[in-house]
């Protein structure tokens, strides 16, 4: 199956910091990523929609100028938490899909954030 | 109203049982179907899609009731490693991915 990593896989930093994880498509083209966060015992919630080339589409609720998105490249996006504060401590999981298959997506391993 | 719904469990069941998860999906123009598996701070991994007319995989059955608008995952000879939180995913006619809580599966020796 295709395989998508994601770096760093665990994370603390201080309230007030930028955390930079990334996510990468190793074996296929990702023309689209996704952004997920995971609160414990909740569902994934879709954050945004990353395009190759243009600007990322986010989910109502979710600020696009903290949550800054970036996919320069068909296997790489990045997801920048700028100014993390305690509430965004939680699990960040990106997936990909491949060009044509769109109802398939791969997730990465996820990436625990965790904010003091 | 949430775009997915399911019953978040726990489920504890002995070794060799079977158990039925369903999930509700308000969209009635939702696309397609899937059950995911997540393991306890891993990402959710790809368990099965689920046609129309009904699929298995082994000991697992998928079917998919589009009148009632609700899937079901049915586990048979429950095996130890197939304690994990299983999550049913529809697909929206944008494309999107709506995640259900997920239920929480435990098999019991």
């Known amino acids: 199956g295709a395989v998508v990593s994601q770096h760093p896989s665990w994370v603390i930093c201080k309230s007030g910091t930028s955390v930079k994880i990334e996510c990468r498509s190793l074996?296929?083209?990702?023309?689209?990523m996704f952004w997920y966060r995971q609160f414990p015992k909740q569902s994934l919630m879709l954050m945004a929609t990353?395009?190759?080339?243009?600007?990322?589409?986010?989910e109502q609720g979710v600020e696009k100028d903290k949550f800054l998105i970036n996919h320069a490249s068909l296997t790489l996006s990045t997801l920048t938490v700028t100014s993390a504060h305690p509430e965004d401590s939680s699990f960040y999981i990106c997936?990909?899909?491949?060009?044509?298959?769109?109802?398939?997506?791969?997730f990465g391993p996820g990436t625990r954030l965790t904010v003091t | 109203r949430k775009e997915v719904e399911q019953d978040p469990g726990p489920f504890n069941v002995p070794e060799g049982a079977t158990v039925a998860f369903n999930c509700t999906y308000s969209n009635s123009a939702s696309q397609s179907f899937f059950w995911y598996r997540q393991d306890c701070r891993k990402e959710p991994k790809l368990l099965m899609s689920v046609y129309s007319s009904g699929n298995e995989d082994g000991r697992f059955t998928a079917q998919l009731n589009r009148a009632s608008q609700y899937i079901s995952l049915l586990i048979r000879d429950s095996k130890l490693s197939d304690s994990a939180t299983y999550l049913c995913?529809?697909?929206?006619?944008?494309?999107?991915?709506?995640f259900g809580t997920g239920t929480s599966l435990t098999v019991i020796p």
């Open positions: 995913v529809v697909i929206g006619s944008g494309n999107q991915f709506y």
């Open positions: 997936s990909a899909g491949r060009a044509g298959r769109r109802s398939e997506q791969y």
């Open positions: 074996d296929f083209q990702a023309t689209t």
């Open positions: 990353s395009n190759e080339g243009s600007k990322a589409t986010y």
